[in-house]
């Protein structure tokens, strides 16, 4: 896969993670809005969702989600948008950056869901799989950044 | 490859020495000797060609070869391609490992404080400084808040109770946050009709849905009202085995029982057996929280009380709004007494708007 293959799926995991971040964010201002997801021993959303640990400053960790995925899509789409030329080394940089922060707060949320909270919410838990993808994907591209997209696929 | 002789061994040897070197693909992609237009080229113009990535199964183009290297030298007043970083998949290794250790201390964490979560929690009386400010609610403060976002009850019978107190039955559990949203209501509008004594401090299940919602408990309570005959049946506590289940606190009377089978169930509600299942002059019913117990979250009993008078906040105005819903019930089935609690305008409007078809 080329560095355009990367970028392309960099931009879908990103779409994906502002839309899935929207809805757990408009869950917990909405209470009318379904949860679909179970509640059972090992996974159960409300529970989590409903925790001290789903707010940081009086903000849902949703809402942050969703800033930190429009920042990642946006490195993506311009990522994506340098076709056939050497990525600038700042832009590179900042999303290796960017990613490294989302890893850093997906162990910290995986702490509390385990550790804290003693449950697992499905939806968090894909959001922090695409947030681990994103990161595994800068990595895997990121020796393709650096010279001229000629194996763009 | 027909009869190779001296020279056609040399340059299998030169092509091995290639290999071993990393110059030449060790697969089939290189093919020796190279074709006649890029025989007479010497190896350095192959290596450049090579690297510029113009390298085709071993025979080269002329202009392929130009191509590539003008696109392997900087352009006049271009910047220079920044040179090929190091791998970083050694942090795809250390994230992998900073997972693992993550899953591993918060289970283990997780395992820790379940097992303190099964010790009983103190029973703290409530001072009479929040008890004060439970029943001493101003009667503009009542006004103000009215009715907005209240939950309306439903009726389950039409028929007019014949108890000469109103009955209010309550049955709850310690570990449910529900519940200890609903008591807050309940306490509040109670405390228009009479006194309560033996109230403590008690919380929600720290491992359930809105963990640790600071409430009261009616159990070992009391309350003394010439209007309103209280039961609070409190089912359960918070305190959980290790299987999982919670002690039981109260047993119902036979009639009570009777009654949240009946009422606590479709059509009245969604759900059957939701707590808490408040009853009020056995036709006035609210099964589940009449607000969220996200509006307590991280509250202390004492921060929330503080707010009642002046109903300063959400969780506040919530609480009162409920309890004045709570108060129409009451006066609807009690004969409107006393005069002061039900004789005012937003009780006397409230009471119009309580539900009069059974579903």
Not at chain 1, 50 to 74: D, E, H, K, N, T
Not at chain 2, 137 to 157: F, I, K, N, R
Not at chain 2, 313 to 322: E, V
Request: charged share 15%; net charge positive.
């Amino acid at each position: 896969m080329g560095r355009r293959g990367y970028d392309r799926w960099r931009v879908t995991l990103a779409g994906a993670g502002v839309l899935i971040s929207g809805y757990l964010t408009l869950l917990h201002f909405d209470r009318h809005i379904p949860l679909v997801c179970s509640a059972g021993a090992l996974v159960n959303c409300e529970q989590v969702l409903s925790s001290p640990s789903s707010m940081v400053l009086g903000v849902p960790v949703a809402a942050y989600g969703i800033a930190w995925f429009v920042v990642a899509f946006v490195l993506a789409w311009a990522s994506l948008r340098v076709q056939g030329a050497v990525e600038p080394p700042r832009l590179r940089t900042a999303a290796l950056w960017w990613t490294g922060v989302g890893v850093v707060s997906v162990l910290w949320l995986v702490y509390q869901e385990l550790g804290v909270v003693g449950k697992l919410c499905a939806w968090c838990t894909a959001i922090h799989g695409i947030v681990l993808a994103l990161f595994v994907l800068q990595v895997l591209s990121d020796g393709l950044r650096t010279g001229r997209d000629v194996a763009s696929g | 490859m027909v009869g190779m002789g001296r020279h056609g061994r040399a340059r299998v040897g030169h092509r091995i020495l290639l290999q071993a070197l990393g110059f030449l693909p060790a697969g089939r992609a290189a093919v020796w000797p190279p074709t006649p237009i890029a025989r007479s080229r010497s190896l350095t113009t192959f290596l450049m060609a090579r690297r510029a990535g113009a390298e085709h199964r071993g025979s080269f183009q002329t202009t392929e070869i130009v191509v590539a290297r003008n696109a392997s030298r900087p352009k006049r007043g271009a910047a220079p391609p920044p040179k090929r970083g190091k791998s970083l998949n050694w942090l795809l290794v250390v994230v992998t490992l900073a997972l693992v250790v993550t899953v591993v201390i918060a289970v283990k964490r997780n395992r820790a404080q379940t097992g303190a979560s099964t010790a009983a929690l103190p029973q703290t009386p409530v001072p009479p400084a929040v008890m004060a400010q439970l029943a001493g609610v101003p009667a503009a403060t009542w006004e103000q808040v009215g009715l907005t976002g209240a939950t309306p009850p439903v009726l389950v019978s039409d028929t007019a109770s014949r108890t000469p107190k109103a009955v209010v039955l309550y049955m709850g559990a310690g570990f449910c946050p529900y519940c200890a949203a609903a008591r807050w209501s309940l306490i509040t509008a109670l405390a228009r009709f009479g006194t309560f004594s033996g109230l403590t401090y008690d919380w929600s299940s720290m491992s359930d849905v809105y963990p640790g919602t600071s409430t009261f408990s009616f159990h070992g309570s009391t309350y003394t009202s010439q209007y309103v005959d209280f039961q609070g049946v409190e089912l359960q506590g918070n305190v959980r085995f290790s299987n999982g289940e919670y002690a039981p606190l109260e047993h119902p009377t036979a009639e009570q029982e009777r009654l949240i089978t009946e009422y606590d169930a479709p059509p009245y509600t969604r759900d059957t057996g939701g707590l808490p299942f408040l009853l009020v002059g056995g036709r006035y019913m609210w099964a589940g929280s009449p607000f969220s117990p996200q509006l307590l979250a991280q509250r202390s009993q004492e921060s929330v009380a503080s707010t009642l008078a002046s109903a300063s906040d959400d969780a506040a105005r919530a609480i009162l709004a409920n309890a004045n819903e709570l108060t129409a019930m009451i006066c609807a089935v009690d004969g409107n007494q006393p005069a002061s609690v039900c004789n005012t305008p937003l009780i006397e409007q409230a009471i119009k708007a309580l539900p009069t078809k059974v579903p």
